[in-house]
């Protein structure tokens, strides 16, 4: 017996996921390889099978050409599931096709498509059941588990509560936790490089504001760890700073 009250076999709807923008300034699989292996400290679950976007706008016109099997296989060796290429010339669109994956031009076309095919209501990102979103902001009051993954989409993010291991909070915008960070934080996740990550007391797995990330695998600044802190980015550099300023990792 079917479950769908429209009694078809399948449904289509707008879905609402985050995928990891992976910009490639090298065509070179051992390069780039290199560079992951560095970026992940050979952490496993580092990226915890995240959907990606390979974006090579920023490739030179005369880089070598881009071998896409061994591209999507060196990015699913460090758990990224590369599902499109964004700012790819046409040239290369029936090869890109062909490997089953999507054409992203950082515009709306493939959104105003889906939506056409599917114009139901979207469906509300994962979140706790006591998320408050009011304009501008997510408020969540309850713990953040490990394995739950919370975004806020387009506002501020606000926890009241613990932010456990292995939980993951995003937000287009800042982040603010009252409580522990322990988890994942991902400020700035549409590329504002303006948002920040606070917490009552800071010792995060992994934070990153507009794509830039920091781990921590060999610990927390000891004269910051489990203090009121607040994370920043400079430049390239991700800025750990108390929030009484006094200090700075």
């Not at 830039?212 to 000891?222: D, I, K």
Request: proline residues 6%; negative net charge.
């Amino acid at each position: 017996m079917l479950k769908s009250p429209s009694q078809l076999p399948i449904e289509i709807k707008i879905s609402t996921v985050v995928a990891i923008s992976t910009i490639l300034y090298s065509a070179d699989p051992l390069a780039i390889d290199a560079a992951l292996k560095q970026m992940t400290g050979g952490s496993a679950d580092f990226f915890e099978d995240e959907f990606a976007v390979i974006d090579i706008s920023a490739l030179a016109e005369n880089a070598p050409r881009i071998d896409w099997d061994k591209m999507v296989g060196l990015l699913k060796k460090y758990h990224l599931n590369a599902v499109a290429v964004r700012g790819a010339p046409a040239a290369m669109h029936d090869a890109i096709r062909a490997r089953g994956l999507s054409l992203d031009d950082g515009a709306s076309g493939d959104k105003e498509r889906a939506e056409a095919a599917a114009p139901a209501a979207t469906p509300a990102p994962p979140a706790p059941a006591s998320a408050i979103v009011t304009p501008g902001t997510m408020i969540i009051d309850t713990p953040v588990r490990a394995g739950q993954r919370v975004y806020a989409r387009g506002c501020d993010l606000i926890v009241t509560a613990v932010v456990n291991n292995g939980a993951e909070i995003i937000a287009d915008g800042s982040i603010h936790i009252y409580a522990s960070l322990f988890g994942r934080a991902l400020a700035g996740a549409s590329g504002n490089a303006d948002a920040r990550i606070f917490a009552m007391a800071m010792q995060p797995e992994l934070v990153s504001i507009a794509g830039v990330y920091r781990t921590f695998e060999e610990g927390f600044a000891p004269q910051l760890a489990r203090q009121p802190t607040q994370i920043r980015l400079i430049g390239d550099r991700i800025d750990i700073l108390s929030i009484s300023p006094a200090s700075r990792v």
